[in-house]
């Protein structure tokens, strides 16, 4: 309730239950005190061609607002700059916050904290400390996870698959069975198919973010390192 006001006009995404619930219980201490007045708005970014499981906690959490007379407004990713005039601030979850303070979240956080930052509004992280994971991504590259976001093609095919076959071809393994000494190779041939775009992540460094709330208070993203810490050792 410190972070959202009268008359603000709040931007987010994604199906985050710790963002819902941070919104919910602002919506709620505006009904605890007898008012009948709206006390602020959401525009949610939906992506409008996935049916993943976060979008289906993203409509959840419209519901919940509607359902307690806040306005909530849908948008496709395409047109948060267009939005970002009429946002007061941005808050987003985390899928983990690493050591420098960056956080790694669903494909096109990033994107939004850019324009944040280029707006001058104050974009927030919330999540819960169990999130704070010991991981230095150095860029977007440097996450540790095959997404094949980036999927070059030709009229012969797409060039990701012409790799794996490459791969396949040039370190033949038994089915089932894991060469330890060679761990990263065995285990990108026996790999899960990369996610799709929509369960894609990305990751977004430190100076883009503003805070970072969680259930133990509000740290900046240059204290992460710290904490980790306290919860490792």
Known sequence: ??????????????????????????????????????????????SPASHTSNESESEANIQALRERDIPVATIPPTAIAYCMDMVTSCFVGAEGVVENGGVVNRLGTLQMATLAKAAGKPFYVVSESHKFVRLYPLGQQDLGIEQNIVDFKTAKGSENDEAGEQRGAASPKDEGVADMDGSKDAMASTAAPACRPEEAVDYTPPHLIGGIITESGVLLPS???????KIWF
Not at 4 to 12: A, F
Not at 223 to 229: C, N
Request: no cysteine; hydrophobic share 40%.
């Open 1 to 46: 309730r410190h972070f959202i006001r009268d008359g603000n006009t709040v931007l987010t995404n994604g199906g985050s239950r710790v963002v819902g619930s941070l919104l919910r219980s602002a919506a709620e201490s505006s009904n605890d005190r007898g008012r009948g007045s709206i006390r602020f708005r959401v525009i949610y970014v939906v």
């Open 223 to 229: 204290a992460v390192s710290e904490e980790l810490i």
